[in-house]
T-cell receptor, first 115, second 113 residues
């Protein structure tokens, strides 16, 4: 089985722009979670989608949004980029049917740099 | 944000020695805990998990210990190898109106050959 695939691998944007990141989960997985990883704040939960619905979200501003398609692929969007949005954005998938005890399968992430 | 992300502690061990990585978790109601390993340029990968009805679980060269009284997890790696060099995260699944995985700050393990 192919693993979680994230594209693009690297992105450079300027302040005020917007960006869309893509994630393809493991085949058969219906849940996709997004995390932001920075040296100062560690791994922070952004949101989780299951069967095209946002099932949970973290404490991020509304500039951060996401969606999930019928094939379970997910995208996240960040609008009006700020310097502090520079981070590694990680996507993880799980089967999704038992969220209280499922381990996450991560992609390699998208490294976003905001200049 | 909701993760505890402060200065990343580092553990340096000699190849062949045993490593112990410690973690304090936050939610006394959590009942599923996981250790992940993150190598440079990759996302975190599952190592081992443990449920709250256990206090010890063993895998291949790894053991996780859970002490619910003091909300403490530890990961023991036997006969540490250079390939074990990575950042290790403990994680707990919490229910805050929906389940999500919350990560600890991480510990960088450096193995000296």
């Amino acid at each position: 089985k192919a693993g979680v695939t994230q594209t693009p691998r690297y992105l450079i944007k300027t302040r005020g722009q917007q960006v869309t990141l893509s994630c393809s989960p493991i085949s058969g997985h219906r849940s996709v979670s997004w995390y932001q990883q920075t040296p100062g704040q560690g791994l922070q939960f952004l949101f989780e989608y299951f069967s095209e619905t946002q099932r949970n979200k973290g404490n991020f501003p509304g500039r951060f949004s996401g969606r999930q398609f019928s094939n379970s692929r997910s995208e996240m969007n960040v609008s009006t980029l700020e310097l502090g949005d520079s981070a590694l954005y990680l996507c993880a998938s799980t089967p999704g049917g038992a969220p209280s005890n499922e381990k996450l399968f991560f992609g390699s992430g998208t490294q976003l740099s905001v200049l | 944000g909701e993760s505890v992300g402060l200065h990343l502690p580092t553990l340096s061990v000699q190849e062949g020695d045993n490593s112990i990585i410690n973690c304090a978790y936050s939610n006394s109601a959590s009942d599923y805990f996981i250790w992940y390993k993150q190598e440079s340029g990759k996302g975190p990968q599952f190592i081992i998990d443990i449920r709250s009805n256990m206090d010890k679980r063993q895998g291949q060269r790894v053991t996780v210990l859970l002490n619910k009284t003091v909300k403490h997890l530890s990961l023991q790696i036997a006969a540490t190898q250079p390939g074990d060099s990575a950042v290790y995260f403990c994680a707990e699944i919490v229910n805050t109106g929906g389940f999500k995985t919350i990560f600890g700050a991480g510990t960088r393990l450096f193995v000296k050959a």
